[in-house]
């Protein structure tokens, strides 16, 4: 199985350089050729799948002099997350071909775009501390030029403020990881399994992760990225960028390094702050890409506090929720591009009415955030039930009991953006986006209700994945 693993990593990485010289030939077969580069992954990661759940999982790993040695492993961590990304990016880039078909620079677009998937496949795979952080900048490089893609004075200035935020705290998780280093003699994860660090290389490694996933109070660079398009803001929220962070600590703290007891205190609470925080934000504001936007910090502590919950139940739950998150926060932000690309604004009060000319798009952002809310019978419903009721097994009734309120708060300010965006008086007559972008929303909408109603597969494939923690309580 190693070619798949290769082939996974390699493709889209390899291929994002083909796809300027493609377009100078043809555009179309450019676009088409960035959409099979992603789904090369997917499928290949998909191929990785059946050897990761039988416990043989693919492994590639080559000695270095001095003692260094990386290598790529597709474990059911990996190879789960590495689904997700691509899956959810071969839809981004579908939508894409119509979103930004009036666009300058569109080589530049997919060159990013499938090199940002590709950054995440090789870093969901690697197995050393260097690689990850190398993978991890490179997808800070392709999100600071896919935020300015436009090129105005306020997209530039946002685009750096991301670029600044992430790389300064990657800055800080790169010495985290040299004294972990210093601390185990090596930064193959592969050799660490069960070590203990000292809270001093948590934290650095934590502010990195925090940075990243725009967790409180290293937050504000996510909404302020709703300038880009709509399908790279998509791309950041709900299938690769802030996804990043959450792997990182998924794979660090559960799969390598046990975290000390303080820590199953503190990341809850900062996860609480942040859910809180920007759900009040969201209420307040009235740019739509800027509500969903600071739903997802909200809903990033939901998956913090399963992941950091010391349960198995919790951190089952967190795991699924980074599923049915990415299906349905993805689904939002394509819903909201429709909606920008069509009635040509973002701010809510200027819109109302446009279920009478947007039926599919409606229904397919009710249904979507519907799964965000943790509604049943969707995906969100089961994995936020499962995260909750983790934390109370765990102890906490009381951050348990801030996250039940978060999820009321999520109701309302997702529920206040359906109304002033699609019930009310009509105040734009913009209509349905193309059909590769309603097949897009449509496509994402049905999984979210499916992977509520087929909630079995998903959660056997999570629990599979627990199963390999040894250090976690039931």
Not at 105 to 111: A, D, I, N, Q, T
Request: charged share 10%; hydrophobic share 55%; net charge neutral.
């Amino acid at each position: 199985m190693i070619g798949p693993l290769l082939l996974a990593i390699l493709t889209p990485i390899i291929g994002a350089f083909i796809l300027p010289a493609v377009g100078k030939l043809s555009e179309k077969l450019r676009d088409i050729l960035a959409l099979l580069f992603v789904m090369t992954a997917f499928f290949c990661s998909a191929a990785l799948l059946p050897s990761a759940l039988a416990g043989n999982p693919a492994y590639i790993g080559f000695t270095l002099p001095l003692g260094m040695s990386f290598g790529f492993l597709a474990d059911n961590l990996a190879v789960f997350m590495a689904m997700i990304s691509s899956f959810v990016g071969g839809v981004i880039v579908f939508y894409s071909v119509t979103y930004i078909d009036d666009s300058p620079h569109k080589s530049e677009y997919y060159l990013m775009v499938t090199l940002f998937l590709g950054a995440m496949m090789g870093l969901v795979y690697s197995t050393n501390l260097i690689f990850i952080y190398v993978f991890w900048e490179i997808s800070a490089i392709s999100c600071w030029r896919l935020i300015g893609y436009y090129r105005e004075p306020e997209n530039i200035i946002r685009a750096d403020k991301a670029f600044l935020v992430t790389v300064f705290g990657a800055l800080v998780m790169l010495v985290g990881f040299i004294f972990i280093y210093t601390e185990s003699g090596t930064f193959d994860l592969t050799k660490m399994t069960g070590t203990e660090i000292s809270n001093v290389t948590v934290t650095l490694v934590l502010f990195g992760i925090f940075s990243k996933s725009a967790t409180l109070p290293l937050h504000t660079w996510l909404p302020d990225a709703g300038v880009a398009p709509a399908p790279v803001t998509s791309l950041l929220h709900a299938a690769v960028l802030v996804k990043i962070g959450i792997y990182a600590f998924a794979r660090l703290f559960l799969f390598t390094f046990p975290l000390g007891d303080i820590w199953h205190i503190i990341v809850p609470a900062i996860a609480a702050a942040s859910a809180l925080v920007s759900a009040g934000a969201a209420l307040l504001e009235n740019d739509l890409k800027r509500i969903i936007a600071y739903s997802t910090v909200s809903q990033i502590g939901f998956i913090f506090l399963g992941l950091a919950s010391d349960s198995k139940l919790g951190v089952a739950g967190g795991l699924l929720y980074i599923l049915m998150h990415s299906l349905a926060k993805g689904g939002l932000f394509l819903c909201a591009g429709i909606i920008e690309h069509n009635a040509k604004t973002k701010d809510v009060r200027k819109l109302g009415g446009l279920i009478r000319t947007m039926p599919i798009t409606a229904i397919c952002f009710l249904v979507c955030s519907f799964s965000v809310m943790g509604l049943p019978p969707f995906g969100g419903f089961f994995s936020k039930f499962m995260v909750i009721s983790g934390s109370i097994n765990a102890g906490s009734p009381w951050i348990s009991a801030v996250f039940v309120v978060g999820t009321l708060m999520t109701i309302l300010y997702l529920m206040r953006a359906f109304y002033l965006v699609f019930l009310g008086q009509p105040k734009s007559d913009a209509r349905e986006g193309s059909r590769s972008m309603v097949a897009s929303v449509v496509g994402l909408a049905v999984l979210s209700l499916l992977g509520g109603l087929l909630i079995f597969y998903p959660s056997f494939f999570v629990q599979s994945i627990v199963a390999q923690i040894g250090w976690i309580p039931l």
